[in-house]
């Protein structure tokens, strides 16, 4: 195992443990989340920051406020406490939330299409970027109305934030959802291919690849989930590293991981599967070679480093699942 992912993952269950300790009510996959997220920046964790940004957002917002609820709370208490202005950060966050909430109705994934916007977007591009998402929504309401859920919201932020037009995103994201058809559910599939229509790639090398990996990874004796972790696998497999050697880095990973404490049954195979392939992305994203391949392109390119755009991606399709298993 390449040093630098070793690293990232002995912070990323270092961190675990630390939060755990602080934070015995969250949920497991929470805890793991954020664990990440320090992971990301090659932080420690820091139990005293996530509180105080607790705080903050208590301070600014009422008793029925969707960023007062789990997980919306914990997971922007620890997303505030990377920032260097968190207060600052916050009101730019509540603004944009306010400003969505005239289309969408409250929920988690709302916040957090609410946090990366007002992370990916000026003051001066905010307004365009909430009415762009909106029309996404609607496009993508439009075209998959039974498939297109909340958790869509996200999606829908990451193409507004992306700059890509309405006609190009609706085209790639049919063409690779009827690749993928057969392959996997109709619900993940979709929101694969949201994710390689939003590459820089070509529908037949994302669907290709996210096949391959999958397959690869069943013949390691690794069933990775078929369902809201799929999209991080298609992240993966968009780095557009060689499948054989993603797929023994997965192994490796998951052995690692299994041996640590909240790593084992109690998160299961497709969880794990799915952190394993989260830590391998933000290792390529940061080590400079790699991370123009997961980026999101054009006008979110311009506004945020390649790296914070990849991160976001993958955050912004893990969340999906972490949640999901939170609320069962």
Partial sequence: MERSLLHSLELLTGNRQILAKSFRAEYNSLLILAAGMYASKNAIADPEKIRKSTALIKSKTNNFSTFRSSPTRFCTATMLSLEPEPEKTFDRVLSVYGLLRKNFSPSFYLASSAYMLASCNTESEIRTSVGAMHDFYRMMKSDHSFLTTGESIIYAALAAASGISKKEFHEKTEIAYLKLKGFFP??????????????????????????????????????????????????????????????SEMKEINRYLRAHRGFGASLGTSQRLMFAALRICADRATDGNTSDSIAINGAAAEMLARQQAATMAAIASSTVVVVSASSN
């Fill in 186 to 247: 109709a619900s993940s599939r979709l929101l694969c291919a949201y994710l390689i229509a939003l590459s820089p790639y070509s529908e037949d090398y994302g669907f290709e690849r996210t096949v391959m990996l999958y397959e690869r990874l069943r013949a390691k004796g690794l069933r990775y989930g078929k369902h809201h972790e799929l999209p991080v696998l298609t992240l993966l497999a968009l780095t557009g590293e060689d499948i054989g050697k993603l797929a």
